[in-house]
């Protein structure tokens, strides 16, 4: 039997996927669940692009590794009038997904990790295929966002190098997944300035971007163009993961990044799909109709989310206002004594209960770097039925507490499950 790497038994599933699996699992068999567990926006394909889709359904050529140019034009158009990016200093490349981007970047660019923490799920176990360290990041959460000190960060670099790491690069995500929260931009700037002064690439994941709850894009791109690499996509903004489009702003400035990220596609997966990326120009022609589809998303969002965080804080729950992307990634620690009497120690019993017990599907803060022991989750709050909410909010509904009693009763619902699963650990205490 062919031996498996040494490193095989090191990974599992992704959790976020994962739990999706697991809960697309238990729906099939018939059992009603609350699904906090994924972050997958649900609303339909804008009916330009699905229009644009049928239209090159014919086209069936390998298209060139970096994606075919006239899409690479309409992107760095598209950044460069929407965010101010300044493009010239930066070449776009055009990837199925940008998480595939994020692992190329991870594998061109010599030496260790430096990762924040919470982050998103995948980082880690790429720098782990790739046999890269990881250096955790110390972040603090609150209502103004989530912040990375850097003279802490400098200090972690220079106490890093000094036991004989290598950081080299530092991936930041923002509205961030798990925390909803983003990093206000005066720290972009400090933190910016670091990794210019020491030397370290900034792969700044800007997936989330264009929701973001007070309609600011924000892009550490512009206070450091030579060491930042933007990643990004249509995954989220326009909820069309499974198309996998992922963007990417390679830095000229990096002698040589732009032609390996080329080489690395070519030697792998070639290219994305062509009927895809042709109809995909359409996403960021900048056309009336698309970008209303995302405003109104991303207020839906915000609606959703915050009222997640406004429930839970309600029940004793540190959860910080969302500012961004579809998720919550509340503490709850202030609860520890009365759930440690309902066997609850870990965020990882914590999330396992509610499956179990509440029909609740939520990710354990383990999944996102966070100690076993601190008691978070991440919850998304995606599972309502989009097309009927986006419909609602067109035809002149208020986005209001009304608005999702009616259009999200699930979300509702797993507020109101928080309550019963605090009670119930509150009365076992007494018991
Ligand atoms: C923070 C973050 N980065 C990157 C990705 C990857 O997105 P995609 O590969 O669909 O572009 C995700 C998807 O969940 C994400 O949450």
């Known amino acids: 039997m062919p031996k498996l790497v040494k490193t095989a038994t090191e990974f599992e599933l992704s959790p976020t996927l994962g739990m999706n699996e697991e809960v697309k699992r238990q729906r099939g068999a018939g059992k009603q669940v609350m ?25 069936k050529e390998y298209l060139p590794t970096v994606g075919m140019e006239q899409l690479r034009t309409v992107v760095a158009d598209y950044y460069k009038k929407k965010i101010g990016l300044d493009t010239d200093k930066f070449d776009v490349i055009v990837a199925p997904g940008s998480k595939l981007i994020l692992y190329a970047l991870q594998m061109a ?31 603090t959460l609150d209502d103004k966002g989530f912040h990375i000190d850097p003279t802490q960060l400098r200090a972690l670099i220079k106490s890093s190098r000094k036991e004989g790491l290598n950081p080299s690069k530092i991936i930041l995500n923002y509205p961030s997944n798990p925390t909803g929260l983003t990093i206000p931009e005066n720290e972009l700037k400090e933190i910016a300035r670091v990794c210019v002064e020491e030397d370290i690439l900034i792969i700044s994941d800007e997936i989330y971007g ?18 930042t690499a933007v990643t990004s996509g249509l995954s989220k903004h326009l909820s069309l993961g499974g198309w996998r489009v992922g963007v990417g702003f390679i830095p000229k400035a990096v002698t040589g990044l732009q032609q390996l990220l080329s080489n690395i596609s070519s030697e792998t997966w070639s290219c994305v799909p062509a009927p895809i990326q042709q109809a995909v120009v359409a996403a960021y022609e900048g056309h009336a109709d698309v970008e209303q589809h995302i405003q109104q998303c991303s207020d839906i969002h915000s609606l959703m989310n915050k009222y997640i965080a406004k429930g839970l804080r309600d029940l004793g729950v540190k959860a910080p206002e969302p500012q961004g992307a579809f998720y919550n990634y509340p503490d709850f620690d202030a609860h520890r004594a009365d759930l440690a009497k309902f066997g609850v120690k870990t965020s990882k019993e914590l999330s396992e209960m509610l499956l179990k017990n509440y029909a609740l599907a939520t990710l354990p803060g383990t999944a996102f770097g966070a100690a076993p022991d601190v ?15 986006l419909k609602a909010y067109q035809s002149g509904e208020k986005l209001d507490e009304a608005f ?27 018991a």
């Not at 973001?212 to 060491?227: E, G, L, Q, V």
């Not at 991440?378 to 039925?385: E, K």
Request: with cysteine; proline share 8%; hydrophobic share 40%.
């Open 210 to 227: 264009f929701v973001s709850f007070d309609n600011k894009y924000r892009s550490i791109a512009h206070y450091a163009p030579t060491h």
């Open 35 to 59: 699904h906090m567990g994924f972050g997958e926006g649900p609303f339909p394909v804008p009916e330009r692009l699905k229009k644009a889709l049928g239209e090159n359904v014919h086209r």
């Open 404 to 430: 999702i009693n009616k259009n999200a009763p699930r979300v509702k619902a797993s507020i109101e499950t928080f309550g019963q699963f605090l009670k119930d650990a509150k009365q076992a205490k007494a």
């Open 375 to 389: 008691l978070t989750l991440r919850l998304s709050g995606c599972d309502y039925d989009g097309a009927a909410a």
């Open 109 to 139: 660019v010599e030496g260790d990790l430096l990762m924040p923490v919470p982050s998103w799920v995948s980082y880690a176990p790429q720098a782990k295929m790739l046999n890269t360290k990881v250096i955790k990041v110390p972040t």
